[in-house]
């Protein structure tokens, strides 16, 4: 697999971009692609540049001092290569939304048919699905026949903001598949809620790829179940610990974190 991987890595982008050809109009498929990634890059990479420059120069780096220079160049094309097979993946319901065929993004309650409540516990449930999701693709990624699709994070030792997204083409669409839900129709999706989690996820993602971490954001986010920038730079540090990538629930329910996995090993070494 270790030399296969890199060929339907390959593969996993021209399919991707490929794909639109099957749309009912590539053009504005292809249009949607434009529109999609120039919304995701430039946002992203701004703020991943404020962060970076800010991070870099803090005094307190939770892995100290670096030793060499980020590789910012490399996090930053894996982060605009993940940006461009999710544009592609999100083009598809976009352009069939664009065309005027039914999808499951409703912009109102009425559209939904539930009350307010109702959402909030959909959206809360939706989290918890993909937390659980993430969790266990990030496990089978740690696999030995899996690793090669993941090991490109795993270059990041010491991340900064741009290597957020930085994963590979078949890490992306394990990922982010759930965007081509929206096509059905019966798959309701309240916009509202469902992109201010997409950009909650990103913020938290730009903040656990940091390399230090904020007083306030270390209180604030382990009580209410999610990852913190000290949870998340583990897993970079010691690479077979802290695999949630929302919350760090699972871990704590399957005894993956840095201690148990520290225990596991002390057993090991001494039977
Ligand atoms: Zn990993």
Redesign the pocket.
């Known amino acids: 697999m270790q030399k296969a991987a890199p060929y339907i890595d390959s593969f996993v982008v021209i399919i991707a971009l490929a794909s639109g050809l099957l749309h009912p109009s590539f053009t504005v498929f292809y249009q949607s692609v434009v529109i999609l990634f120039v919304s995701i890059s430039v946002p992203l990479f701004a703020l991943a540049f404020v962060t970076y420059r800010y991070t870099e120069s803090h005094s307190q780096r939770i892995q100290g001092k670096r030793k060499k220079p980020a590789p910012i160049a490399k996090e930053a094309f894996g982060t605009a290569r993940a940006a461009l097979i999710v544009s592609c993946m999100a083009a598809w319901p976009m352009g069939l939304y664009k065309l005027g065929y039914p999808t499951g993004m409703a912009w109102t309650l009425e559209e939904m048919g539930i009350t307010w409540w109702m959402a909030l516990l959909q959206i809360y449930g939706g989290i918890m699905l993909i937390d659980a999701m993430t969790y266990w693709k ?1 496990r089978l ?2 696999t030995k026949l899996f690793f090669p699709f ?1 090991k490109h ?2 270059t990041f030792r010491d991340p900064t903001p741009f290597a957020g997204f930085a994963v590979g083409p078949v890490e992306t669409v394990l990922t982010f598949w759930p965007l081509l839900l929206i096509i059905i129709p019966e798959a309701k999706h309240f916009a509202p809620l469902y992109f201010t989690a997409i950009i909650s996820f990103v913020l938290l993602n730009l903040y656990l790829h940091s390399g230090i971490h904020s007083k306030l954001l270390e209180a604030i986010l382990p009580k209410i179940l999610l990852n913190s920038s000290a949870w998340h730079n583990i ?1 970079h540090s010691d ?1 077979n610990a802290n ?1 949630g990538e929302v919350s760090y629930f699972w871990d704590k329910v399957c005894k993956t974190t840095l201690a148990d996995m520290k225990a596991k090993k002390k057993v090991a070494a001494t039977s």
């Open positions: 990030h990624l740690h993941h994070h795993h897993h690479v695999f």
